[in-house]
């Protein structure tokens, strides 16, 4: 590819300053269709799948009284996170504490302000109120902490490297956490922006930044078909984007020290957008 037909990083961020903070302007006029539940869903499925242990539904097969208490706090980041669509209705059912990262400045502002006005509806935390807002934000039993910055020469291992923290919302650690790695690494419709030399770089650096061997990197995006049976990208000139196919992200994967342990189509999504995968990834 040319020079011309690569993302552009600030052509990139132009474009989307440009689209509504809100569902439909991050998801391209499908935000009050059945697109965003159909996708978290399945976000939510594909992740429980791998780690079962995030389930907040209670085994059948034991007492109440005797339900595991997870023995830490999970951690969470959220790649390209827009307005917060992600972590609201995926991670923060899921994880205790998300890090969202976002370069555009009004969907990291809406986002926060959104979070900052979770709510309990109630006497007290224990009683039969109700939290209306982000998950678990209200009763401060989860956070979020809002990093602005572009994922170009972002350092997951190093969150406050280069970039701007907007404020932590909800639970409030003794120490400072934002460094300590993360259990899952969640990039969806995003990174299209970043060239194959930026997209490779992004990943091993992520690689770095996981917690265990059983934590993960989930990238959930759009392919593009492969008529010659090879890897190829259409390169988006509107957003300054490229959608890769199959074989084109598996050859990135690859050469960043990964390994596809599990990868799934979405299912149920409306008809004349792109095939929609998402990929588990640990290190080879």
Same mark, same amino acid.
């Given at each position: 590819m040319t020079s011309d037909t690569q993302p552009n990083l600030q052509a990139g961020i132009d474009f989307w300053e440009k689209q509504p903070a809100s569902l439909d302007g991050v998801l391209g006029g499908f935000g009050s269709g059945p697109l965003p539940r159909v996708d978290a869903l399945g976000s939510?499925?594909?992740l429980l799948g791998i780690l079962p242990e995030l389930s907040t539904i209670p085994s059948t097969l034991? @007492?109440?009284?005797v339900q595991p208490v997870p023995k830490r706090r999970y951690r969470a980041l959220d790649v390209g996170a827009g307005i917060g669509r992600v972590t609201v209705d &995926?991670? =923060?059912?899921? &994880? @205790?504490? &998300?890090? =969202? =990262?976002?370069? &555009?400045?009004s969907f990291i502002k809406e986002a926060l302000e959104k979070c900052k006005n979770s709510v309990f509806l109630g006497t007290s935390h224990n009683d039969s109120g109700y939290a209306v807002g982000w998950p678990g934000i209200a009763n401060g039993g989860k956070s979020v902490t809002f990093v602005k910055a572009p994922l170009q020469n972002f350092d997951p291992a190093k969150p406050k490297n280069n970039t701007e923290i907007l404020g932590r919302v909800g639970f409030t650690p003794i120490e400072d956490d934002i460094d300590s790695g993360f259990d899952i690494i969640w990039c969806q419709w995003c990174l299209g922006h970043l060239n194959d030399p930026d997209l490779t770089e992004f990943l091993?650096? @992520?690689?770095?930044?996981?917690?265990d061997p059983r934590s993960l990197i989930v990238v959930k995006e759009n392919l593009c078909t492969e008529p010659e049976g090879r890897p190829r990208a259409e390169f988006d000139k509107e957003d300054s984007s490229l959608t890769r196919s199959d074989l084109a992200f598996k $050859?990135?994967? $690859?050469?960043?020290?990964l390994k596809v342990f599990r990868e799934k189509v979405q299912r149920g999504l409306p008809q004349g957008l792109y095939t929609v995968k998402m990929y588990a990834l640990r290190a080879s």
């Open positions: 939510r499925q594909f034991r @007492s109440p009284c &995926v991670l =923060l059912r899921l &994880v @205790s504490d &998300v890090v =969202l =990262l976002e370069p &555009v400045e091993r650096m @992520s690689k770095k930044a996981l917690r $050859k990135i994967f $690859k050469e960043a020290g």
